[in-house]
C-alpha cells in the first residue's frame, strides 16, 4: 500500500513569491491535516480537510490556505512569502472522522525562502 | 508555558540500553496519544497509539498514559542504533484531529 505522497520535495522561492504544495493521501484516506516544521516551534497544525471541507484551523495568518479535491488530494497555498516561512511542511492522512487519532505523514516538503 | 512539554536532549545511550522518553501536558481534555519517531529529513513516523489512560506493548516499545498526572511515557527495551532518531509525542481531542507536539527529543544509541 502507497503512503502519503507529497511535491515538490524541494521548493526555493523568493520572498513575495507564492507557493503551492500537493499531497497524496493514502488510498481510502479521506481526512487530510498539514502541519509546519521549524526548529524553533516545532511541528505545528496548520489546518484539516476532509470531504472537501475545512474542519479544524490553527494559529496560522490568512495567507496560508487549502483545499482538498474530490478524491481527497490536497494542496495548500501560501502566498506572500515571508523569511519566516522556510520550513518542512508536513501532509498527514487518516481515514476520517471517529478514526483521528492515527495519522500517517509524509516526507514533506522543504520549503526555502530566500 | 506550552501546552506540550517535552525535553529536546539529545540523550546518548549505549547499545542495549532501556530509553524512557516523556512528555508532560496541561490540556486535560487530550484523550489520544500518540508517539512519533523522525528520521533525518523524513516525516514523522506513527510507533504507537494509546487512547485515555494505561500501557501498550508493541515489541521493544511500551507506552504509557497517566491522565492523573497529565504525563505520558515511552520506553525502549533493548536499544539499537537504529532507534537513532528524534521521538516526538502528540495529543489530540476525542474525536478531534489537531495534534499537539511535544519539541521532539533527540536520540542517540552508541554501539
Known amino acids: 500500500k502507497a503512503g502519503v505522497t507529497q511535491t515538490p520535495r524541494y521548493l526555493i522561492k523568493t520572498r513575495g513569491q507564492q507557493v503551492t504544495l500537493s499531497c497524496s493521501p493514502i488510498?481510502?484516506?479521506?481526512?487530510v491535516s498539514w502541519y509546519q516544521q521549524t526548529p524553533g516551534q516545532g511541528l505545528q497544525f496548520l489546518f484539516e480537510?476532509?470531504?472537501?471541507?475545512?474542519?479544524n484551523k490553527g494559529n496560522f495568518p490568512g495567507r496560508f490556505s487549502g483545499r482538498q479535491f474530490s478524491n481527497s488530494r490536497s494542496e495548500m497555498n501560501v502566498s506572500t512569502l515571508e523569511l519566516g516561512d522556510s520550513a518542512l511542511y508536513l501532509c498527514?492522512?487518516?481515514?476520517?472522522?471517529?478514526?483521528?487519532?492515527?495519522?500517517?505523514f509524509g516526507p514533506g516538503t522543504r520549503l526555502t525562502v530566500t | 508555558q506550552k501546552e506540550v512539554e517535552q525535553d529536546p536532549g539529545p540523550l546518548s545511550v549505549p547499545e542495549g540500553a532501556i530509553v524512557s522518553l516523556n512528555c508532560t501536558y496541561s490540556n486535560s481534555a487530550f484523550q489520544y496519544f500518540m508517539w512519533y519517531r523522525q528520521y533525518s529529513r523524513k516525516g514523522p513516523e506513527l510507533l504507537m497509539y494509546t487512547y485515555s489512560s494505561g500501557n501498550k506493548e508493541d515489541g521493544r516499545f511500551t507506552a504509557q498514559v497517566d491522565k492523573s498526572s497529565k504525563y505520558i511515557s515511552l520506553f525502549i527495551r533493548d536499544s539499537q542504533p537504529s532507534d537513532s532518531a528524534t521521538y516526538l509525542c502528540a495529543m489530540s481531542l476525542i474525536y478531534g484531529n489537531k495534534l499537539v507536539f511535544g519539541a521532539g527529543t533527540i536520540l542517540r544509541v552508541k554501539s
Open positions: 488510498s481510502g484516506h479521506r481526512s
Open positions: 480537510y476532509f470531504s472537501e471541507t475545512q474542519r
Open positions: 498527514a492522512s487518516s481515514l476520517g472522522p471517529k478514526t483521528e487519532g492515527e495519522q500517517y
